[in-house]
């Protein structure tokens, strides 16, 4: 189970990772975030960081950046994070990136999922996904959602995970 964090803002530098050798090999990207405050964030986008819809982010984008809460971080100033999953945010559609339990509640238990049998479930390359999607890490595209805590949506699009 991975604990995601994010961090939203916008992106205002987008460079090639240097590696140990001193060279950049072209794979490896640092994407630097501010948020409204003044808060920066640099990611660092690998080939397995998922971007949803496989868009391409450019500097002056918004986007939210996830990553895992429990991994290591190097204590530097702007803190770093490996990004498992980045959004090019919509104000029309709304995303949450966390781990579902058993009843298909968040792990903050701010949403619980009701499935239809329009809900699309689907891998990260987009292929269907044909077991049942709780107690995993999910992308979940959701519309309108009750006020109650835990909120009740009935998703459009899940994707799932399979990091690791």
Do not use: W
Not at 57 to 68: E, F, K, L, N, P
Not at 84 to 104: A, E, G, H, R, T
Not at 120 to 134: A, E, Y
């Amino acid at each position: 189970m991975t604990k995601f964090y994010s961090f939203q803002g916008t992106v205002t530098m987008i460079t090639d990772l240097i590696g140990q050798n001193g060279e950049a090999d072209g794979c490896k990207k640092l994407i630097t975030v501010e948020n409204g405050t003044g808060a920066i964030v640099n990611f660092i986008i690998s080939p397995t960081t998922y971007f949803v819809d496989h868009v391409n982010v450019s500097i002056g984008d918004s986007v939210t950046g996830y990553y895992d809460g429990n991994a290591p971080t190097l204590l530097i100033y702007p803190p770093q994070y490996q990004a498992l999953v980045m959004v090019k945010d919509n104000p029309n559609q709304n995303i949450k990136v966390d781990y579902f339990n058993s009843q298909l509640e968040s792990s903050d238990g701010q949403l619980r999922l009701n499935l239809s049998p329009y809900t699309q479930i689907v891998l990260q390359n987009g292929q269907p996904f044909t077991r049942d999607p709780s107690n995993r890490d999910l992308i979940v595209f959701y519309g309108p959602s009750t006020k109650s805590i835990p909120a009740q949506t009935i998703p459009y699009r899940i994707i799932v995970l399979c990091l690791g």
